[in-house]
């Protein structure tokens, strides 16, 4: 049979160790198993409500809070969804409530389940409008927590109903405990905790089943300094708490109703409509668990719930959970405490240590980082300089033979650039030898074989003989523009010298009109550009690609080598080289410098060129024959013009190949830009830092690493939740051990080498770097991981890829750590630890005998037990039986029990301990206690108003409001010191809880309307309008006034004669009018006040009272028992004489501070 719990949490406290016990579970489980559930209760709206966040509490008065996350992984937490309730502004709202519908001008009556006990005259006094309400929590008020749960009481049960019924149908069996954890020193939890309780047992009659309820209680002095924690509110919820767990309550004055025959300790109805009632039939909590120390700040806080939740999960621990908590319900309502220490190896969290440390030596392999001793990144490794930069020349160079001619002209004088010009760059050459047409480069590109025999040569052809190469000679009949003399050898047209002048002229202007018209076209320089840009461009890009994309591709091995990390990886030197190659002073940045001071050269005298040919051609009009001549005179100035036209078409042709050249070039050195940018894209989000971007080397450093480090240094200073015997003299200075004194580096090892090598450093082997062309052109580089089969698989997010890294790693090093127990670490410090002393069995107890202690500042005796999971080996068993061998040795007085063997988390070793308390024993109660008591004395006006004032609404239960009110009457009237002795005690303040049915009793009392019949031995009514007198038990009066206030109707379960207030008070003033009434006596008439006060004098009522409430025989000379008499009946005479006063109402309104 499995038992399943559920574990309620409410207010900070309670989120707070309900998710360090989810954590423990997950840890041990894997995930939160179904035999466990938890619900958080809190007045903070869903919407603020975020694990890890930041929220403003106590009513928005200036009090701050941080949604609790797992200590050792922030990523554990309550589901905000599924795990938290959040306990909402019902309709209608609290702010509505004070200052409309439940004031003097509303109608209370409209809302019956609160107008007995929620005070809104007064928290209209003391609270501010803006805190009238539960969205940013109670105002640490009690009254307004209480509130909560009534006006989310639908939402509770529903939610109760479903986890409850889940649980139970959860397995075999319907076994179920809860648990109800939270503290006693704001609003919310103190003012929850107990109709928590309530509603539980509520919701579990109607499922028919019987939960074992289990209390947490933690105490004020754990906010010790914390905003508006008050010692005396807290007080209130002990006093509340000590009635519904009936102490010093006999089982006798449980009663019946005249609706549920059965009986019952307390009755609450939470809706107006009375669907939502709970009768709880006895003791509320099966235990209590007091728990507390004192906590100056929130880092002790925060370790002392983490120890609350130690202890607790042993009493949650799927195998040994049920044997606990059968063996700690105790039978008299009184608390427990326990606590004790836990050393365990936070399995999970160094698991996560060690994958995220092979990520980082991966990211580090493939990445060279170069860093400074803190960590700080500063580039990566690329190797020496110089070799990037000869490399990067010699990929230029590679290219085209002009690449490395104009490099190396880069090197020479300035001086030789026009000699260079006139000697070497004539367009032919360019073309053909430095663009190296024809090769196998340009063959690849889509270029037809008419594109080079007829375009290309436009590119540096002579217009004016030919548009074709002239590598074979042009006869004269090519030639485009004849002479006179080459237009007669081949025959041309009939012309005379002056026609052909004139001929010859027009066509040399319109052949240099037409070639060069940037506009292009057939027949142009233009289109003949135009090719050669298009195709080398494109070659240049091609081979620029292929160049870096094979340098990538071909790459086996991906990593820095250990030999000499400083010479980076393939990856970084590459990136060098195109940072080189794309940089203005690298090579390509170098040969267009060069073409630019060509250029600048040949653009000194371009307008002047164009303009000298232009007037050649202008000028052969001028030309005449000489006088008389018959020889030939025109051939010569037309040959001279067009001499002179190819010169200025050759400076045009090389100025705009060179113009060209210079794009290309450029282009080239872009593309080489572009692929340093993908290759620093790549190390950007791997290792090199970026404003930002965190690169994922940065990332697993500062958000897994050091977090993970922070965590187990936070563990580390928890003496009772330990992770090292490493004793204080050992951690000089505050360095804490999360080393576990050496035996983390032997995890380590076991964790992550196989085979002589790390899993990073075979996953470096398994992994490439991969090249390619995006669908947009621009160049991209990607990591890829070798996959079954021995493909590899590009990483399609490399930002983020330390994520998948570390769900690559984390099987292996679970698989790799799933044996290890605690005993591997106990046998580690016996045998095996080389680097600090070796510990013996003995050290280790008295090492956990120093840190286990009980969860409360008592120090008393308590008893104590191992809990462990029975280990595997005869090394680890003989360890664990000499350590429960040693324990019972040295038990210092403590009891000693069995050891629990069978835990379910195999990682930790518990001493666990338990002791039974009393309210009067525990200091912390004891300082509430004081602090309550100061309230019922002090005067107005002395410095304590606002104390004072928030003390009328301390209590959400009426008849501990009550009792508190009337003891304050009291101790002021007589000029009393109260003491706690002195105080009502729970079996009177539960006939407080309603004051009207009590005051109709006491009016009956005094007016004999309600009597002893002495021959008979019983207590009697006289009900108006009956003859019989109303059957009030055989009891002491006590008795009578549960059936007369509680149970109200008839004594005895077959008969149901109701008592009503209003006919009480009628039958007290009929019995005063009657001169046969037994409290006349033969007397002259007194008025009903009259008899009143008669009743309630001092010395009479004691009388009675101590005749009516017999001291029992066992108190009877025991001065404990004859103490809690005396108390019982001061208690009862304080409550008679205050309501017995003619002068007091007992509505809720009329209970006000003067």
Not at 1009 to 1034: G, I, T
Request: glycine share 6%; charged share 25%; hydrophobic share 40%.
């Amino acid at each position: 049979m499995t038992v399943k719990t559920l574990v309620l949490g409410f207010g900070g406290t309670g989120t707070h160790i309900l998710t360090y016990l989810k954590e423990l579970a997950v840890y041990k489980y894997g995930s939160r198993p179904p035999h466990l559930a938890f619900i958080e209760f809190d007045t903070i709206t869903r919407s603020l409500w975020k694990p890890g966040e930041t929220v403003d509490i106590a009513g928005g008065a200036g009090a701050k809070e941080v949604i609790a996350t797992g200590l050792t992984n922030e990523h554990i937490h309550l589901d905000p969804n599924s795990e938290y309730l959040p306990l909402e502004e019902g309709q209608p709202g609290l702010r509505t409530l004070v200052e409309n519908e439940m004031t003097a001008a509303g109608d209370r009556n409209r809302h019956p389940h609160l107008k007995n006990w929620l005070h809104t005259d007064w928290i209209s006094k003391i609270v501010p409008p803006a805190a009238r309400n539960v969205t940013s929590g109670a105002a640490q008020q009690r009254q307004i927590g209480r509130f909560a749960m009534f006006a989310n009481i639908d939402r509770i049960t529903a939610q109760l109903t479903k986890t409850l019924r889940d649980l139970a149908n959860n397995g075999t069996g319907d076994v179920v405990n809860v648990w109800v954890i939270g503290s006693a020193a704001g609003g919310t939890g103190a003012g929850c905790l107990i109709d928590a309780a309530v509603i539980v047992r509520m919701v579990a009659q109607q499922l028919e089943l019987k939960p074992t309820i289990a209390g947490a209680i933690v105490l004020p002095d754990v906010y010790d300094g914390a905003h508006g924690i008050s010692p005396a509110r807290a007080y209130s919820f002990f006093r509340e708490l000590a009635r519904f767990q009936e102490l010093d309550i006999p089982a006798e004055d449980r009663f019946a109703t005249s609706t549920v025959p059965a009986t019952a300790a307390a009755d609450i109805v939470y809706d107006a409509y009375g669907q939502q009632r709970a009768l709880i039939p006895d003791r509320l909590f099966d235990y209590l668990v007091y728990l507390g120390e004192r906590c100056t700040g929130n880092e002790k806080r925060i370790s002392f719930f983490n120890s609350v939740a130690n202890a607790i999960d042993s009493f949650l621990d799927v195998n040994i959970g049920p044997k606990m908590m059968e063996e700690l319900v105790n039978q008299d309502g009184h608390p427990l405490s326990f606590g004790g220490a836990r050393l365990s190896i936070p399995l999970n969290t160094y698991a996560e240590l060690f994958v995220w440390e092979q990520v980082q030596d991966f990211l580090r392999a493939i990445g060279a980082p170069k860093e400074e001793e803190d960590g700080f990144i500063t580039g990566v490794h690329v190797g020496a300089q110089r070799d990037r930069q000869d490399a990067a020349r010699a990929r230029v160079e590679s290219m085209l033979k002009l690449f490395k001619e104009l490099r190396d002209l880069a090197d020479q004088e300035r001086e030789r650039l026009p000699a260079y010009m006139e000697q070497h760059l004539d367009p032919e050459t360019v073309v053909n030898r430095w663009y190296e047409f024809g090769a196998i480069e340009v063959s690849r590109q889509e270029v037809t074989a008419d594109e080079l025999a007829n375009d290309l040569p436009l590119a540096y052809c002579n217009p004016f003989l030919s548009y074709g190469d002239l590598n074979d000679g042009l006869p004269v009949e090519r030639i485009e523009i004849k002479s006179y003399e080459e237009n007669r050898r081949a025959k041309g047209i009939k012309e005379s010298q002056t026609e052909s002048r004139d001929r010859f002229a027009r066509d040399l202007r319109a052949t240099l009109d037409s070639y060069t018209d940037p506009q292009g076209g057939e027949r142009t320089f233009e289109k003949g550009r135009r090719l050669v840009r298009k195709v080398i461009s494109r070659t240049l890009n091609e081979m620029t690609d292929r160049m870096i994309a094979e340098a990538i591709n071909a790459t086996q091995s991906i990593g820095v080598t250990a030999e000499d990390p400083a010479a980076g990886t393939p990856l970084t030197r590459l990136y060098a080289e195109t940072q080189e190659l794309a940089g203005l002073a690298g090579p390509l940045g170098t040969i267009e410098d060069v073409i630019k001071r060509c250029l600048d050269h040949m653009d000194s005298g371009a307008a002047l060129q164009r303009q000298e040919v232009i007037d050649a051609i202008t000028g052969l009009g001028d030309v005449r024959p000489p006088f008389m001549s018959l020889t030939t005179w025109i051939d010569g100035p037309q040959k001279a013009a067009r001499d002179d036209a190819a010169r200025y078409v050759t400076w045009f042709q090389k100025r705009h190949l060179l113009a060209d050249m210079r794009e290309i070039v450029g282009a080239v050195r872009k593309r080489y830009g572009q692929w340093s940018d993908a290759i620093r894209e790549a190390l950007v989000h791997t290792v090199l830092p970026q404003a930002g971007q965190l690169p994922a080397l940065s990332a697993v450093r500062k958000n897994h690493i050091q977090r993970l480090t922070d965590r187990l240094l936070r563990l580390s200073r928890d003496d009772r939740a330990m992770i090292s015997l490493a004793s204080r003299q050992e951690q000089e200075n505050g360095a804490f051990d999360i080393t576990m004194r050496g035996f983390t580096d032997v995890m380590r090892q076991r964790a992550v080498i196989d085979q002589g090598s790390t899993l990073a450093d075979q996953m470096v082997a398994r992994t490439r770097w991969q090249a390619a062309i995006g669908p947009d052109g621009r160049p991209a580089v990607s990591l890829a991981i070798e996959q079954q089969g021995g493909t590899f698989r590009p990483v399609a997010d490399l930002r983020d890829v330390h994520e998948l890294l570390r769900d690559r790693f984390r099987p292996a090093v679970d698989s790799r750590l799933q044996d290890i127990d605690i005993f591997d670490y106990l046998q580690y410090e016996q045998q095996h630890n080389r680097t600090h002393e070796r510990l013996s069995v003995d050290e280790i107890v008295k090492r956990f005998r120093g840190s286990a202690k009980l969860l409360l500042s008592d120090g008393r005796m308590a008893a104590c037990r191992w809990v462990y999971r029975q280990p595997s080996g005869g090394d680890k068993q003989n360890i664990a039986d000499a350590l429960r061998a040693r324990l019972a040795d040295a038990s210092d007085g403590d009891q000693v029990n069995s050891p629990i063997t069978t835990y379910s988390d195999p990682t930790s070793l518990i001493l666990l301990k338990a002791a039974r308390m009393e309210h009067g024993h525990i200091k912390d109660v004891k300082d509430c206690e004081k602090k309550y008591l100061e309230t019922l004395r002090v005067e107005r006006g002395q410095g304590a108003d606002a104390e004072l004032q928030r003390a009328l609404i301390y209590h959400p239960f009426r008849g501990e409001a009550e009792a508190w009110f009337i003891e304050r009457v009291f101790s002021r009237r007589l000029s009393l010191e109260m003491e706690a002795s002195r105080l009502i005690p729970p079996r009177i303040v539960r006939l407080l809880d309603n004051p009207h049915q009590f005051q109709a009793f006491v009016h009956c009392l005094a007016t004999g309307a309600v009597f002893r019949d002495e021959a008979e031995r019983r207590w009697f009514w006289r009900a108006p309008n009956r003859d019989a007198p109303v059957d009030l038990d055989n009891g002491d009066l006590i008795r009578a006034a549960v059936v007369f206030v509680l149970q109200r109707r008839e004594a005895g379960n077959a008969k149901r004669f109701p008592i009503t207030a209003d006919a009480a008070f009628q039958s007290a003033r009929q019995a005063a009018a009657d001169p046969q009434s037994a409290n006349r006596n033969g007397e002259t008439e007194r008025s009903y006040f009259e008899q009143l006060e008669d009743f309630i004098r001092d010395e009479p009522l004691t009388s009675f009272l101590k005749a009516s409430v017999p001291i029992s025989e066992n108190a009877l000379g025991n001065a404990v028992g004859e103490a809690e008499y005396s108390r019982l009946i001061d208690g009862l005479r304080m409550s008679m004489q205050f309501y017995g006063s003619p002068s007091t109402k007992a509505d809720l309104s009329a209970r006000t501070l003067y």
